[in-house]
């Protein structure tokens, strides 16, 4: 109740205040588990990515937000969970494992940090995850500035074939995957600029 209610706050909010846009919603299966990755360059990527979505997106957040009193509570009911910074966070990878196993959308920045710079390799977690649950591999483009009445646009690209990556390049496995995962998230955003 509480994230349909903050979605729709948040969908004239973005709306009227960036003119937001959004390309590719068809992109995302409508069921079974999904990975949606994109650049990651502000604080407020995760509410942009979730905000035109029908389904509910989780997020990882570092493990010190929730510690925040209020904020904490909330940002769990809107469906985040925690990830400790700067090493292997097994909690929080189980964690990601069950969503995606349970059939749910979970977000991920591959670059790991905001405002990367564009071509920056990504991580391979989110490949990783993908290919252990089998969920489809989304890229995405997230395009614009935040300020204020400026467009911003969210392009939402063709799942990734990640298991025949994978398939094609044993060695390479999850490496593969998330080179080509970054590739189209740069030609999304780059097409689309």
Known sequence: MLYRFCRK????AFRVLYRFETRGLENIPAQGGVVLCSNHISLIDPPLLGTPLNRRIHFMAKEELFKIPLFGRLITALGAYPVKRGGVSKDSIKRSLDLLRQGELIGIFPEGTRKAPTDAAGKR?????????????VPAAIIG???PFRKMKLVIGRPIPAEEIAREQPDRGADAVTERLMAEIRRLHSENS
């Open 145 to 147: 500035n935040y300020r």
């Open 9 to 12: 706050i948040l969908r004239i």
């Open 125 to 137: 977690g989110a490949a990783t995850l993908a290919l252990k649950t089998n969920a489809a591999l």
